[in-house]
């Protein structure tokens, strides 16, 4: 028998082999982890956070011009009509370039994909728009929808053709921002509302400042979704939203630490969210051991489907990428997970609308409900529905509670004052 000490220091030995092997793994599966001298990187690797950056795209498009440090956010930097697809609604697609803000007000270029139905708007006002934010959930700059959208390999698809079919216009935006910061949620709703800037600022699509706006995501699009809601009031209240629907948000990662972290399927995405918000976060690659940073040089460009088997294979705590002890609770950790905490001081004065599933056991409904509350206490509007299933299901089963009450934003039809809840 071993005493509880020796278990410890088994259980470190077992999560350091397991890191080896996944960063092996992700070398074998990843075209884009070749440098200059790769072995030398891997055996001794730099804490060096643009060793771990996304190798930029060969698409000069996306380069922001000099001087865009200067002008406003959501300036227009760069525009280029784009077909994508597959796609039944007859449409015309735009991409924009604009001038936006990172997650420490720095900065920052980002993209958005326009897509707008050619048939006219026969309705009531200006034509309606879903800020339609898809699940990004990775690292690599080649998994943006603004670079799977024209190649029709965008996951979400069929999602946005949903929208289409009501003849909506849709924007689809790269919220992760320039780095791919996965889960950074500033950057993300920033990059969200800086996209609608630049959309009513281009005359030729016809959306002006008066068309309802709409913002929905789920699971990794709700971090946006959720965040572009609740900093609209402060960074950009010109912004005609008129409600954000999302569900299976990422609420708190002091909660996912408990529910996603090394102990199941989904404990890689923890971890590559993890690499994503050190992106934004620089200090925390202070925190890494020779394997933490191993594995953000070699994730550093994979997609989701190439991040999340992962867990199957290897379910490594984020704990094992440190050899701090209780890495998670030291102060630069414990700000960071306040600063990508949703809610807080922060609430929308738009209405929203979140669903979640009851049996969720990745994203536990705690965070939802606690963020109700904290809206709620807050003034918004707000109204909360929770399924029975868990995330998958819910991410099925909440769409048409969420796309008929979508509907009734934009139609003009107000949101019911105060907040109410349905399974809670």
């Not at 946005?160 to 889960?183: C, E, I, M, S, W």
């Not at 379910?315 to 701090?324: G, H």
Request: charged share 15%; proline share 8%; glycine share 8%.
């Amino acid at each position: 028998m071993t005493n509880s000490g020796d278990s410890m220091v088994v259980k470190e030995l077992l999560c350091r082999s397991a890191g080896i092997v996944l960063a092996a793994a992700l070398i074998a599966a990843s075209p884009s982890s070749v440098s200059a001298d790769p072995v030398t990187d891997f055996v001794t690797p730099k804490q060096d956070p643009a060793s771990a950056a996304a190798t930029p795209l060969s698409d000069p498009w996306f380069d922001a011009p000099a001087g865009y440090e200067n002008s406003s956010p959501g300036t227009i930097l760069g525009t280029r009509p784009v077909n994508v697809g597959p796609l039944i609604t007859p449409v015309t697609s735009t991409q924009i370039l604009f001038r936006s803000t990172d997650s420490k007000d720095r900065p920052v270029a980002a993209a958005t994909t326009v897509i707008v139905p050619t048939a006219p708007w026969t309705g009531n006002g200006s034509r309606p728009v879903v800020a339609y934010n898809m699940a990004i959930d990775s690292l690599g700059n080649t998994c943006a929808p603004s670079w799977t959208l024209p190649r029709g390999i965008a996951p979400e698809i069929v999602a946005v053709q949903l929208f289409l079919a009501k003849n909506y216009a849709v924007v689809v935006t790269d919220h992760q921002g320039p780095r791919q910061a996965y889960a950074a949620g500033r950057m993300a709703g920033h990059a969200v509302l800086d996209a609608l800037r630049a959309m009513v600022a281009l005359p030729q699509l016809g959306l002006d400042k008066e068309s309802p706006i709409a913002v929905t995501g789920y699971s990794g699009g709700a971090i946006a979704s959720g965040w572009a809601a609740q900093l609209a009031p402060s960074y950009a209240p010109e912004v005609n939203i008129v409600g954000t629907a999302f569900g299976g948000a990422p609420i708190d990662y002091r909660i996912l630490l408990g529910s996603m972290n090394g102990t199941n399927a989904a404990s890689t995405l923890f971890l590559s969210a993890a690499l994503g918000v050190a992106r934004e976060y620089p200090e925390m690659f202070q925190l890494m051991n020779a394997n933490g940073l191993r594995l953000a040089q070699i994730a550093k460009d994979m997609c989701v489907y190439l991040l999340a088997p992962g867990g199957l294979v290897a379910p490594i705590p984020v704990q094992a990428l440190s050899d701090i002890p209780n890495v998670d609770r030291t102060p630069i950790a414990e700000e960071i997970i306040a600063q990508t905490r949703m809610g807080g001081d922060l609430a929308p004065t738009a209405p929203v609308f979140i669903y979640q599933g009851q049996q969720e056991f990745w994203i536990p409904r705690e965070g939802a409900e606690t963020l109700y509350d904290e809206w709620c206490a807050n003034g918004s509007d707000v109204r909360l529905e929770e399924y029975l299933g868990e995330h998958m299901t819910v991410a099925v089963s909440g769409l048409p509670g969420s796309h008929a009450w979508i509907d009734e934003r934009l139609a003009g039809i107000p949101a019911p004052k105060g907040c109410s809840s349905f399974g809670k």
